[in-house]
């Protein structure tokens, strides 16, 4: 670096030759030095000026260490080698990919469709003792500047082992099949937060916005006989849905059956016994009635007996005694052309010829 005595004698002698006279003169001479010193001063002291962005924060360091912070706009701090200032963008969402090396310039959400794979850092155990190749992108950006500039020599290097770290620790107690579908997002959540709590350790003022899952496959080497087994294994759950399907219909349709049947037979036992509690009503109340008048309560029955039985059997009347019709009387409604049991005449046939008298012993049977 030139001596500073160096720069303010060629500066005199530029600005000599610009004087009225040469610059000669004593007095000549020292208006010079006061007026380059002053000029000196007056660059120097506006070399403090300094704007900050909208994105940014200004970090001013005095004699190298951490003073204050300069919001966005127009600032001052004390010039150079008093103080310095450091400007990084604080609102910017950065991305580390892990596992493979893409786009760098993608947007925050937005997934990849060609990278070129890193196996050293996307071949992981499962806890299955599998092995999975999982791809991710790590999103962050400055929580605390005074922490990020001071607190960590490489932030990025250290966010990239942090979140590495405990993607493999998520991965190493989480099964292959859940970690390759439904089990996806919790494992994106507990890496995320067990990376902030890393980096909140070192604090790092760091802020772990997304941690984003690219990919999580088997390795190449194996993919086919990994899809044979998940043909397999999707056919075997597709056979034990359609086994439980039939036994969701015919199960409730069996127990239906036997409620039915338990019901029928509930319904029959309750109709016999109050069938039985019926008859023992009726046979006491004709032993009490039996009890208080003998020989009606037997004419009774004797003629409740015969009134039934010649209900329920065909009825002729015969009387012997008249001649010159027919003397049978057929008392069968159902029957009135013969009897029961024989064939019916044929039409205009004549009617067969009563017996001779009978003994007159009854008038009917």
Known sequence: MPDLDELIRQAQE??????????????????TVA????????????????????????VVMRFGAFTRMAGPGLNYHFPWPVEQVMTPRVTRINRIDIGFRGDGDLP?????????????????????????????????????AADFLFNTRNPEATVKSAAESVMREVIGRT???????????????????????????????????????????PPAA??????????????RERARNEAQSYRNDIV????????????????????QVAKARGETARFTSVLEAYNQAQD??????????????????????VDDRLTGMLPLLNLNP????????????????????????????????
């Open 175 to 217: 099964p292959i099949q859940p970690a390759m579908n439904e089990a996806r997002a919790q494992i994106e959540q507990a890496v995320r937060a067990g990376t902030q709590a890393i980096l909140d350790q070192y604090h790092a003022g760091v802020e772990i916005t997304q941690v984003q899952a690219q990919k999580t496959d």
């Open 35 to 58: 007026l380059l010193a002053l000029l000196v001063v007056a660059l120097w002291g506006a070399s403090g000026v300094f704007r900050v962005q909208p994105d940014e924060l200004g």
């Open 14 to 31: 530029q600005v000599r030759r610009f004087l009225p006279g040469g610059g000669g003169g004593g007095l000549a001479s020292g208006r």
């Open 252 to 271: 409730p349709r069996a127990r239906g059956e036997a409620q039915r049947l338990v019901q029928e037979a509930t319904g029959y036992r309750e109709s």
């Open 296 to 317: 009606i309560t037997l004419r009774r029955l004797y003629l409740e007996t015969m009134e039934d039985i010649l209900r329920r059997n065909p009825k002729l009347v």
């Open 108 to 144: 925050a959400g937005a997934r990849i469709s060609t990278a070129r794979d890193v196996v050293e850092e996307s071949l992981m155990l499962t806890g299955d003792e599998n092995i999975v190749d999982v791809d991710f992108t790590v999103f962050w950006r400055i929580r605390d």
């Open 334 to 365: 159902g029957d009135s052309q013969g009897l029961p049991g024989q064939p019916r005449p044929a039409a205009g046939a004549t009617p067969p010829t009563p017996p001779a008298s009978r003994s007159s012993s009854g008038n009917g049977r």
């Open 222 to 235: 194996v993919i086919e006989a990994f899809n044979d087994v998940q043909r397999a294994g999707s056919d």
